[in-house]
């Protein structure tokens, strides 16, 4: 076989890559097709490499808890640590931004399956069911509970997330809508039941 | 149609541009696993990257994840370590290695299972740079070992390159629609979050408006007609592949995205192969 032969085994890597490449193409469109990747690209083997478009985050989240008691009463509001602020060593090395990562990809995920479940008609917040089994919401869940309770004798732990424009100042108007955004206010989950 | 690329001029070139991949490639790849040997705690059980819970994002999706004690070998936190410490093994025999030979080939084996092993165990925090990875590693290793011949190896530095000008056709492409882009002001609000911001990124976006949004846009624009330095003349390549390399180390400076530039830079010999390509009387 001469060296400017594919050969048998060439051919077969030229089709594979070939389809790999062309099936890339549609999985960077929002269309009936880029969501058919989409849903056929479950371990993202197919790449999508819109990054930061064409909506960029341009938000900081936070998220916090509370602990609750049987009598309905609740510990003041903390907020998890789970973003440090960027260091010169990051550049070269940054293994903290896999918790970053992974949370930014929940609450927007989480964002999806809101979007998803009011565009089937669902009411969220009366029937949060197909929300709370979701998994953005299963990890952030896990996260807040791995937290130190903040009182033995609570029963149960509330979530919340909210989003806020790091742009905005302190003279902007109380109303201004990139102020702050509620985007989960969850439901009690008990410590002793099984997540 | 390879012919002016199998020459033996061709081919030190084919070689030269795979072996500067491949060392791109090693050192990204080995930063990869070894960021995520240092995040360990993140897969133990009640971690945040916990098999119990991505397991649950995988319910459904093949034969492999409904046969739960295996699963659980594989995914769990001893399992997960075990894929990065083969994956980093991988990458060291790759760089160490020559092109085209059992160990190089051995080790972009383990390198590619890892990563693959990456993306079954979940897509959550995943990012291009993995993506790209894996693009980069499975050409690689398809094209470069010793059971095909050098045209396949071509093939593949051609699906690296095509890959590559993709990314930044997709990119450049998806921000061009968007408001925020286009408007100017995505740099400096990016730069201002916790998350992909920097302190010194946001100083510098707010310290010239009028500059900010004039590089938010040129970058946008650049990315966007990235894929033209293939047709174009030499130096054009010579430039885009300049402004890539600095845009990407920015990148990791500000935003924190250090495997990134790695991962791009392994497949600029790809695409200045590409050019050789369309260019055959190019020198």
Partial sequence: MSSNSLGFAGVCILVLLGGWLLVSVPNQFTNRLGAWVTRINAFGFIPKWTFFAPIPGTFNYHLIYRDLYQDGSAMPWLEVDWCTGRRWFHAVWHPRRLTTKLIIDSINGLGEVILHMTREGTDVERDPQSLILSTPYVLLLNLVMSMPRQDPCAISRQMAIFQQDPTVTCDAPLDSPRIGKLILCSSAHDFNRPQ | ?283
Avoid at chain 2, 50 to 56: H, M, Q, Y
Wanted: net charge positive.
């Fill in chain 2, 1 to 283: 149609m390879f012919e002016h690329l199998l020459s033996s001029t061709g081919m030190a070139v084919q070689n030269r541009c795979a072996a500067l991949i491949s060392l791109f490639f090693a050192v990204g790849m080995s930063v990869t696993f070894a960021e995520r040997l240092a995040a360990n705690a993140l897969y133990a059980e009640g971690g945040l990257m916990s098999w119990r819970v991505l397991s649950f994002d995988r319910a459904g999706n093949g034969a492999l994840f409904r046969q739960p004690e295996f699963a659980r070998l594989l995914f769990g936190r001893s399992g997960a370590s075990a894929g990065h410490v083969l994956g980093l093994a991988g990458t060291l025999l790759v760089a160490l290695s020559p092109l085209r030979s059992y160990p190089f080939t051995a080790g972009l084996a383990m390198a590619v299972l890892s990563a693959m092993l990456v993306h079954l165990r979940s897509t959550y925090a995943g990012d291009g740079a993995q993506q790209m990875n894996l693009v980069v590693g499975v050409a690689l290793l398809l094209g470069f070992n010793p059971w095909v011949t050098p045209a396949t190896g071509a093939v593949c530095l051609l699906f690296i390159s095509a890959q590559s000008a993709l990314s930044y056709l997709a990119s450049g492409a998806a921000k061009l629609i968007s408001p925020i882009w286009m408007g100017g002001d995505a740099l400096r609000r990016i730069l201002a979050t916790t998350a992909f911001g920097s302190e010194l990124g946001f100083r510098l976006a707010s310290f010239h408006p009028g500059l900010t949004r004039f590089l938010c846009r040129a970058t946008v624009i650049l990315e966007a007609v990235f894929p033209l330095l293939l047709a174009g003349p030499k130096w054009l390549v010579i430039v885009f592949l300049a402004w890539g390399a600095a845009f990407h180390l920015a990148n990791a400076i500000l935003m924190g995205l250090n495997t990134f530039f790695w991962a791009y830079l392994s497949t600029y010999p790809a695409l200045y192969f590409a050019w050789l390509f369309l260019h055959p009387h190019a020198r």
